[in-house]
């Protein structure tokens, strides 16, 4: 914490989900007493919007000047869409935090169709996520896909401009900016499962921040915690990065933790797609990345070094 102690300096990007983020882990610490600021900072991730992610570094564009702002002192702790979180930091930083997540679905946004099935033969459907143009092509193989970058109030405009049939985003970002009213559809978590860490926020801070942690460690919500471990395993365990088109998702049975996985060729995004569904109980992060291991360990026993080489 800054000089004062008692003020806490949050980066965050300027898109208006991440000010809406940062806004919210904002409000949680001002509960606490604290006073907190927001640090707006444009990311590489923001300004290159006229490639894929996967052809210019992956969504680690999104955190890294978020950690120099923490390296240099200009603010405490950052927050971030966990989804866009690389599996492994850079040494001396940390993620103390995962709050509870928000509906972690896709979902189908479209002004004309109310969900996939009514979308005509060959119709165009924006997204630049890898995962969902693998686990669209498996469910409507005769789909149009076409890449879809910015925030987004952005992929909303492009829509409403008729540039597609349909869009797909994540359901949490929408409800938070109170846009739920666009979502025609949600699909269910097993036809098109999420990626890890979908719908939740990690908050990242430097590793020595000893007080800071402290002052966090309430705001970790441990369901969440052990789930999100487990997907981001199978991530790490497969070498994971965002050319990879891989869904881990996990949810609570009781004490059970259930982790559905798919991974689908990063080229050739027609190829069937390599899936596994694994349940385990769960009480610790050991249990969790031990779970989130064996899935991985069972996409390889199918095949996914072809796919990943």
């Known amino acids: 914490m800054s000089q004062d ?7 965050t990007r300027e898109s208006r989900l991440a000010l809406w983020q940062a806004e919210h882990v904002k409000a949680l610490l001002e509960q606490q007493g604290r006073r907190v600021e927001l ?8 300004q290159i919007l006229d490639r894929t992610l996967s052809k210019v570094g992956g969504k680690g564009l999104f955190v890294k000047e978020l950690e120099t702002a923490l390296e240099e002192g200009r603010a405490q702790l950052a927050v971030h869409s966990l989804k866009d979180v690389p599996m492994d930091l850079p040494q001396g930083f940390e993620l103390v935090a995962i709050l509870e997540r928000e509906d972690p679905r896709d979902a189908f946004v479209s002004n004309q169709y109310a969900s996939l099935a009514e979308l005509p033969q060959g119709a165009l459907v924006g997204t630049s996520s890898l995962r969902r143009v693998v686990q669209l092509k498996a469910l409507r193989p005769d789909l149009r896909i076409e890449p879809l970058r910015g925030n987004l109030d952005t992929r909303l405009r492009k829509l409403d401009e008729g540039g597609y049939d349909a869009i797909v985003l994540a359901a949490a970002g929408l409800m938070r900016l109170g846009l739920a009213e666009r979502i025609r559809s949600r699909f269910s978590e097993t036809e098109m499962i999420p990626c890890a860490g979908q719908g939740a926020l990690g908050l990242e801070v430097r590793a020595d921040a000893t007080a800071l942690k402290a002052a966090l460690a309430p705001m970790k919500h441990q369901p969440t915690w052990l789930a999100t471990q487990a997907e981001r395993a199978v991530s790490r365990e497969l070498g994971g990065s965002c050319s990879m088109p891989l869904a881990a998702h996990a949810r609570w049975d009781g004490g059970s933790l259930q982790l559905a996985v798919a991974l689908g060729h990063p080229e050739q995004t027609e190829r069937a797609l390599l899936k596994a569904q694994l349940a385990a109980p769960v009480r610790s992060e050991a249990e969790a990345r031990a779970l989130g291991a064996r899935a991985a360990q069972a996409l390889r026993e199918q095949g996914a070094a072809a796919y990943l080489a």
Do not use: E, V
């Open 5 to 11: 102690n008692n003020t806490i300096t949050i980066a």
């Open 39 to 46: 640090l707006g900072m444009t990311t590489r991730g923001d």
